[in-house]
Nanobody
Framework: QVQLVESGGGLVQAGGSLRLSCTAS????????MGWFRQAPGKEREFVAG????????DYADSVQGRFTISRVNAKNTVYLQMNSLEPEDTAVYFC????????????????WGQGTQVTVSS
């Protein structure tokens, strides 16, 4: 499994932006499909966005489509989540995850997880 470390969370007002980063320890980072998930208190972990190995194929949850952008820089072993037009409903702990096969939306399909970073959007 690959070790993942997220950063970039924080407190922001509604309408604001944040960029999350997730850095992997594995030199074969480019072999991994990466995903971002989030979990709000009392709710299940939900898919936010995913990106394939080369970064040319992405997938987004309907709730973030058009507001969030996932990207990756394989040379830096890092995947990003640019979050714009944030809403209070986006408040959650955000996790990045990795898997070796294709794009998926189920958390159960990902074998490696970061520790999470808190995002809080105030109204």
């Amino acid at each position: 499994q690959v070790q993942l470390v997220e950063s970039g969370g924080g407190l922001v007002q509604a309408g604001g932006s944040l960029r999350l980063s997730c850095t992997a320890s594995d030199r074969t980072f480019s072999n991994y499909v990466m995903g971002w998930f989030r979990q709000a208190p009392g709710k299940e972990r939900e898919f936010v966005a995913g990106i394939n190995w080369g970064g040319d194929s992405t997938d987004y949850a309907d709730s973030v489509q058009g507001r969030f952008t996932i990207s990756r820089v394989n040379a830096k072993n890092t995947v990003y989540l640019q979050m714009n037009s944030l809403e209070p409903e986006d408040t959650a702990v955000y996790f990045c995850a990795a898997r070796l096969a294709g794009l998926r939306r189920s958390a159960a399909d990902f074998g490696s997880w970061g520790q999470g970073t808190q995002v809080t959007v105030s109204s």
